[in-house]
């Protein structure tokens, strides 16, 4: 048998003792092949002169030449400037920290070699503060045949210290001491050079290779460990799943009459995808074991009318519904829909949220405890121990990524007190990009809503300054006095729900002053429930033809005949959210606007956001846009989940991986199952954790 590396302590090596060890430990860092798997975050090539005519903006590089002028500068912060030449082009040092011993030793004549970044100073190219040497006439650079590694480090840990023991490390690996998990017939097939040779190069590239190539992380051996890294995420998802797949849930055999009625009632018929993505439900619900589905469709698509007909195929067998959705707002729109389709059949709607108290609040618990409601609504109340739910067995959360992992987990518990697991079907217009679909969504089921109802106009949008915010006001106007209604959205100036509210507040009152004629309603989160479902109503019926409001808005809500909408501070907000804003408008016959009020100036990550907004209002595009500009955790809100703590993926950069992960993942899975348990604890040591989220 032998010693594998990852069973020698980090103390085994040279240098180390158990403060040292504690240093390591910060960084996760406890045996030799934690080392191993530490790898650089960059590389610097010293390993050559470079002549000054070629060097780059931005490059790290070793120089020589001649001293050809040392003088202090004094400009806006004192410093020293010291000229160099060598035969093809000058160059200038530049310290603001210097002695004057450093003054002297620079002076006119004198060979230094130094390394450091190019930067473009008041005197053309400049490196601050270089690393620099005085080396005599003929001292000839030893070079070295390798590039040198930087490594994340901690408080009290040298890059010379870590070099040396990743130095230590790799003088022990061999092909035996560090198992190679991913068996050769995988690693043939998806072109994978083994494990310990990775490694190997990892810790230090030869010269020759493609500098740029190795950040962007392209390289076969970067590719090589974010392959087997993704593997395990992957492995550890389809674990979850299977496992999740063997729980019991009530078994619903077919769509049954309420679903016929429901149909027969509404003024339209269902279009050819919702009609599918039905399908799809109904076989999750026969198979007697849990549905997790998530259905997306972008804003407007129809995902109610696919949420209300599967929840009434289980209530036709028995039991019971609750539907979740994220703000009140959205949840009183669901409440209203439902209601309004379910009660003529014979239906009870029960109403659940935070701000219900008293005795309309006992009442309500009672009916979802005793089973009288069929169907309830509300906000994540509805997770509150306080509400015990008759037979749920159908769970359906609205606009997933606004809710933690963790609060579905919490609901799913609700139901397991009768031996079975609810279904969950999980509805998002933030459409999943497929670097998200594969990492935490892998373990739902997924169904897309691909068609929009007839009679949609595309929304055409505007890119304003605030500068012309009249221009803005008149527009308003003109279109309310043609009979169409507008919205008027304004966002999160600072991060505090009681300032966006006070600017709503504000603005309302502003626009009422200039707009004297219009009949001017305000929404915002601080309101009673009555007072914003009484708004809502009043605006849905067009008394209100202006509807002043915070994000509050931002999800569900659905007034056809309103075809403007004004967004102020627009670059605040993330692209999905403004997505989601203007799939408000756009729902009926009107061709519809949305004006975006900017506040100038702008940056370059507002300009590029907004012209995204301009170019597509392709929901897909969007979110793939917005998780490069924002990254994945705060796209889904599942950052405290652990999901993205990659060592060395990045799913951004390696999706071109992700098919062929997904293929390899389920060719181990099948064929190789002995490698899973041993992929799993190298790259995700506390997977269980997660287990069933
Ligand atoms: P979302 O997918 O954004 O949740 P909704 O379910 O709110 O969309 O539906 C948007 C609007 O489209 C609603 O007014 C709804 O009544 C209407 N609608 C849904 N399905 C159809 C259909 N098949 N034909 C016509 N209108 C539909
Ligand atoms: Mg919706």
Avoid at 5 to 25: C, F, H, I, P, S
Avoid at 547 to 561: C, H, K, M, Q, S
Wanted: glycine share 8%; charged share 25%.
């Amino acid at each position: 048998m032998i010693d594998g590396l990852d069973t020698q302590d980090v103390r085994e090596l040279k240098g180390v003792g158990n403060a040292m060890a504690e240093k390591l430990a910060k960084l996760h860092l406890h045996t030799v092949q934690d080392l191993l798997f530490h790898l650089p975050i960059r590389y610097q090539d010293r390993t050559r002169v470079v002549p000054i005519n070629l060097l780059r903006f931005g490059d790290e590089a070793v120089m020589e030449g001649q001293v050809i002028g040392c003088e202090i500068k004094m400009g806006k912060r004192r410093s020293l400037l010291c000229r160099i030449k060598d035969h093809t082009g000058t160059l200038c040092l530049r310290f603001f920290h210097f002695s004057a011993a450093q003054k002297n030793q620079l002076e006119q004549g004198k060979r230094i070699r130094c390394f450091g970044e190019i930067r473009r100073g008041s005197s053309g190219f400049e490196i601050y503060h270089p690393e620099y040497k005085i080396i005599d006439e003929n001292g000839i650079h030893t070079e070295s045949a390798q590039l040198t590694p930087i490594y994340p480090l901690t408080e009290g840990l040298t890059q010379a210290k870590i070099r040396q023991l990743c130095e230590q490390a790799l003088e022990r690996l061999t092909p035996y001491n560090l198992r190679e998990w991913l068996p050769g017939d995988i690693r043939t097939q998806f072109s994978l050079p083994p494990l310990s040779d990775a490694i190997q190069f990892l810790h230090h590239p030869s010269r020759e290779v493609d500098l740029e190539q190795l950040r962007l992380g392209s390289h076969p051996a970067q590719y090589r460990l974010s392959f087997e890294e993704l593997m395990a995420h992957q492995l550890s998802l389809i674990g979850k799943r299977v496992q999740a797949k063997q729980d019991v849930a009530i078994k619903v055999a077919e769509a049954g009459e309420l679903s016929r009625r429901l149909l027969e009632q509404l003024p339209f018929s269902p279009t050819g995808a919702q009609q599918r993505v039905f399908q799809d439900v109904l076989t999750d619900l026969a198979t007697g074991h849990p549905m997790l589905r998530l259905v997306q469709g972008d804003v407007g698509s129809g995902k109610t009318l696919v949420a209300a007909l599967a929840a009434a195929s289980v209530v036709q067998a028995g039991y019971q519904v609750a539907i979740m959705a994220p703000t009140e707002i959205l949840a009183e729109q669901h409440y209203i829909n439902f209601s309004q389709w379910f009660e003529p059949l014979g239906l009870k709607v029960a109403w659940m949220t935070g701000k219900l108290k008293g005795k309309t609040r006992e009442k309500e618990l009672n009916n979802i405890a005793s089973g009288a409601a069929q169907v309830i609504v509300g906000t994540h109340a509805l997770f509150q121990d306080t509400v015990d739910f008759d037979r749920l067995a159908l769970a359906i959360i609205d606009e997933q990524h606004r809710f933690g992992v963790h609060q579905r987990m919490a609901l799913r518990e609700k139901g397991m007190k009768h031996g079975f697991q609810p279904h969950q079907l999980i509805m998002t217009a933030t459409p999943i990009p497929r670097t998200l679909a594969m990492s935490a969504y892998a373990n739902l089921d997924c169904s897309i809503i691909d068609e929009l109802p007839p009679g949609r106009t595309p929304v055409n949008t505007i890119v304003v300054s605030d500068q012309r915010r009249q221009e803005v006001i008149d527009r308003v106007k003109n279109a309310c006095e043609e009979g169409k209604q507008a919205y008027w959205v304004c966002t999160l100036i600072e991060d505090s729900e009681a300032l966006q509210c006070q600017a709503a507040e504000d603005t309302a009152i502003l626009l009422q002053e200039q707009l004297s004629d219009l009949s001017i309603g305000l929404v915002h989160g601080r309101l009673k429930s009555q007072e914003k479902a009484a708004i809502m109503a009043r605006f849905k019926a067009g008394d209100i033809q202006l509807l002043v409001a915070t994000t509050v808005i931002e999800v569900g809500v659905d007034v056809p005949n309103s075809s403007l909408m004004v967004i102020e501070n627009p670059e605040r907000l993330g692209l999905a959210q403004l997505h989601q804003l203007r799939g408000r408008v756009g729902r009926g016959k009107a061709a519809s606007h949305c004006v975006l009020l900017y506040k100038s100036p702008l940056g370059q990550q507002g300009k590029e956001r907004l012209s995204t907004m301009r170019e597509t209002s392709d929901g897909f595009k969007i979110a793939e846009k917005d998780l490069e500009l924002r990254g994945p955790g705060e796209l889904l809100g599942t950052r405290q989940t652990g999901l993205w703590e990659f060592k060395v993926a990045d799913l951004q950069r390696d999706k071109a991986l992700l098919d062929d992960v997904q293929r390899a993942a389920a060719q181990l899975y099948r064929h190789f199952p002995e490698c899973i348990s041993p992929l799993l604890s190298r790259w995700l040591p506390n997977h269980d954790q997660y287990l069933n989220v």
